[in-house]
């Protein structure tokens, strides 16, 4: 297994590139802000060839580069229909009009765009990715499960120490605790956690420090990050 990734733009979101080994066809997980160029140094490093793009939800950093990246490789992109629109139209995700989000920047959908639903599972690239669907930071969030290496892609659902923020359109604090609960529930302590932002954890490090997975839960979830 080949697991690589960076933090991408000015949001540092992790964008990540998974195959069965070097060489070999992959998963892009994610690629935002000017993510083309780091991308494009994983897959050459590792003589990779991608087939498709899949996301965990729809905000404008972890989808800004879906559309050149499925372009210029021909591959299709993966989002689950409640944040569809997000791909053509970010600025829903923060409550403005397009003219007012980053000066009025224009995303749009790729050629092949196709909808995730829960508790599918994907056969990509010899890999067998889990989907689950975890609502609450957005309303199409999900999390995607390498159930054999025990690893979890958890987007903006679940950060080293934290979770992902509620206060914008479509995000929701009880949703994403339920989602939190029923995600970590299910998984062994030994998971590799791989986030949206920041380090990567375990289920089991998060099980024991993790705020929000405490018995006395905070009031109110982060208000800050994407």
């Not at 087939?51 to 992109?77: N, Y």
């Not at 067998?128 to 999390?143: E, K, M």
């Not at 998060?206 to 839960?217: G, I």
Request: net charge negative; hydrophobic share 40%; aromatic share 6%.
């Amino acid at each position: 297994m080949l697991i690589a990734g960076f933090p991408a733009g000015s949001f540092q979101t992790n964008c990540y590139v998974v195959a069965p080994a070097a060489g070999e066809e992959c998963v892009i997980v994610d690629p935002g802000q000017d993510a083309v160029p780091g991308l494009d140094d994983l897959l050459r490093e590792h003589r990779l060839k991608p087939v498709a793009v899949v996301l965990t939800h729809g905000h404008i950093d972890h989808v800004w580069s879906v559309a050149p990246v499925c372009g210029a490789r021909d591959v299709p992109a993966w989002i689950h229909p409640e944040d569809r629109d997000l791909l053509s139209d970010p600025a829903k995700g923060f409550g403005v009009t397009s003219a007012q989000l980053f000066g009025g920047i224009k995303l749009s959908e790729p050629d092949d765009v196709r909808e995730l639903s829960d508790g599918a599972v994907l056969d990509l690239a010899g890999l067998r990715i889990r989907v689950d669907h975890t609502p609450g930071h957005t309303r199409g969030s999900v999390t995607f499960g390498l159930t054999e290496e025990k690893v979890l892609f958890s987007g903006d659902l679940l950060f080293a120490g934290s979770i992902g923020r509620t206060d914008l359109p479509g995000g929701d604090f009880p949703t994403i605790l339920r989602s939190l609960a029923s995600t970590v529930e299910r998984l062994p302590d030994e998971t590799v956690v791989l986030p949206g932002h920041g380090p990567q954890t375990t289920i089991g490090r998060e099980r024991a420090t993790n705020p929000y997975l405490a018995e006395a839960t905070p009031p109110a979830g982060p208000a800050r990050g994407i």
